[in-house]
């Protein structure tokens, strides 16, 4: 059976859908605590808070018409033309289907236009996550870059682009 798969720009409708997708992943791994993306003030509004920010973008997935997934980009340190992957979920019953790649290879096309380079924070909790940025050309940094917020990342990595 072949599914319809759309890649688009985050909607205000999309916000309590992102929004549950996140915070049942990070739950899963419990990860559903201080210093992750599971009490970042914004997570409620993600469409709001990305697009008031000129270079800041965030994209869903939607497969047969349904959102099951997102990632986004956003500066992390404009001076050093730095960027940040952010936000990379998908609700359970649509991984394992190729779409995580589908999402960065969206997101770092957007990035490689505008940046530099690209950062990302994660846990060692999600293995296949960390497979997925290794694959893609991220390489492990030893400790987070100055200004991290996310306090509970245990691995950073970073990509030229």
């Avoid at 790649?101 to 909790?125: N, V």
């Avoid at 497979?131 to 030229?160: C, N, Q, V």
Wanted: charged share 30%; hydrophobic share 35%; proline share 2%.
């Amino acid at each position: 059976m072949n599914k319809s798969v759309v890649i688009r720009e985050i909607e205000a409708k999309d916000d309590k859908v992102i929004e549950a997708i996140i915070k049942r992943s990070l739950e899963k791994h419990h990860l559903d605590h201080e210093g992750t993306a599971y009490t970042d003030p914004q997570l409620a509004h993600l469409s709001t808070y990305y697009n008031e920010r000129p270079k800041d973008k965030y994209w869903v997935i939607e497969v047969d018409g349904e959102v099951a997934g997102g990632i986004g980009i956003g500066v992390y340190d404009a001076k050093r033309s730095i960027c940040e992957l952010q936000k990379l979920y998908l609700a359970q019953k649509a991984q394992g289907r190729g779409l995580s790649r589908e999402l960065m290879k969206t997101a770092l096309s957007y990035a490689s236009m505008h940046f530099k380079q690209c950062y990302l924070e994660t846990r060692h909790e999600l293995e296949t996550a960390g497979r997925l940025y290794e694959k893609y050309g991220f390489r492990l940094l030893e400790k987070p870059l100055e200004g991290s917020e996310h306090t509970a990342m245990d691995l950073w990595y970073i990509k030229e682009l």
